[in-house]
């Protein structure tokens, strides 16, 4: 087993590196056939494999959805190396009266703690609608992590908007963190990647950043090269991968660059590329 660095969020030892979940549950950002391709191939062994290579690694937290396939993959994983990984769910729940009696909020927090949840974070289509910016505050986010909190779990925030760790900073809500969009592309950031750079450079918490690689649109060591030479110790990567080979490459990578070395990875080999080797 390797030891992947570590740093601490809400009391929480965990992982630098936290294992993504968009391409093991279908959200490619790609195409809908893409996500269907993912639903289709992946399975509780295949996402088990994947969790695997991230425990032996080290990396010990994984971000997603609180759904029984992931809960079972996560179980499967933990048997097999006899290693315990951490769940950051990231949930989405009512936020209006009137919406469906399973996803009020004390259901899906009782739901995320069943399953195993150390960590929960409203998911962006919840924390993104409920920051006003023209106050400077969350609404109705302190009844939020206090149900949180009286489960057992950190509380945190997912959110596609760079305003959020600005917000919760200032006005002092209760979390240990926040997710943010950070990539060299500028992929799905509302703002230019020299502003979220300086964000998370000053945010008061640990930050869990998210889409390195853009999706898919940027090569691993291009991606990965940049992030983890752009965040402070205390901040987190999560990598988004879809087989066991693609989990230890990055581990690998990321391991390399965090050490100042220059990756010496297997190249990919086609005809064209005949002429460039030594």
């Known amino acids: 087993m390797s030891n992947f660095p570590m740093t601490v969020v809400g009391g929480v030892s965990i992982s630098r590196m936290i294992a993504g979940t968009n391409w093991m549950l279908g959200y490619s950002h790609t195409s809908q056939a893409k996500d269907r391709f993912i639903k289709d191939y992946q399975t509780r062994d295949r996402i088990a494999a994947i969790l695997q290579v991230f425990l032996n690694h080290g990396v ?13 993959a996560i179980r499967m994983a933990q048997d097999k190396t006899g290693l315990e990984m951490r769940l950051i769910a990231t949930p989405h729940f009512n936020i209006l009266p009137g919406g469906p009696a399973e996803s009020e909020p004390e259901r899906v927090f009782d739901e995320c703690r069943r399953l195993g949840a150390t960590f929960c974070f409203p998911h962006q289509c919840v924390t993104d609608k409920i920051i006003d910016l023209m106050t400077g505050q969350f609404r109705g986010l302190d009844r939020y992590t206090k149900m949180i ?6 509380p945190g925030l997912s959110s596609h908007m760079p305003e959020t760790p600005v917000v919760a900073d200032k006005s002092g809500a209760d979390v240990e963190t926040y997710i943010q969009i950070y990539n060299a592309a500028g992929f799905l950031m509302h703002v ?7 964000i998370i450079k000053e945010a008061k918490k640990p930050v869990m950043t998210i889409k390195p690689m853009a999706a898919g ?12 030479n752009t965040i402070r110790d205390q901040d987190m990567v999560t ?14 990578l990321s391991l390399d660059f965090l050490n100042r070395r220059l990756p010496d990875n297997p190249l990919q080999k086609t005809r064209s590329k005949q002429t460039l080797a030594r």
Do not use: I, Q
Not at 64 to 72: I, K, Q, R, T
Not at 192 to 198: G, H, I, N, Q, Y
């Open 217 to 228: 649109r940027l090569l691993p060591p291009v991606g990965l090269a940049f992030v983890w």
């Open 239 to 252: 990598v988004g991968t879809s087989t066991p080979d693609e989990a230890k490459e990055c581990v690998e």
């Open 60 to 72: 010990n937290a994984v971000m997603g959805m609180p759904v029984p396939l992931l809960h079972e």
């Open 149 to 154: 909190r009286e489960r057992g779990m950190v």
């Open 192 to 198: 230019e990647v020299d502003w979220v750079m300086r």
